[in-house]
């Protein structure tokens, strides 16, 4: 499923490694649009509910983030 993950970001924000980055709201390489883009490929791509509680830095920051967030609103 990460491999999933990791193929949608790269299709939602062209340009970002989001293997190599661990701080992608820390050092502004995602900013707001880019964040609400990820969510809604996310949830679309994964058939999933992202609230307002999950859009916090920890969780946008790095892959292993979004990848956290994703598992814990699938469920495994």
Do not use: H, W, Y
Request: charged share 30%; net charge negative.
């Amino acid at each position: 499923m990460k491999e999933q993950l990791l193929k949608c970001l790269k299709e939602a924000c062209p340009g970002i490694d989001f293997e190599k980055e661990n701080q992608l709201v820390d050092n502004s390489i995602l900013d707001s649009l880019s964040i609400m883009t990820i969510i809604a490929a996310m949830m679309e791509t994964f058939e999933i509910e992202i609230d307002a509680d999950d859009i916090v830095a920890d969780n946008f920051n790095s892959l292993d983030g979004l990848f956290g967030l994703l598992c814990r609103k699938k469920g495994e």
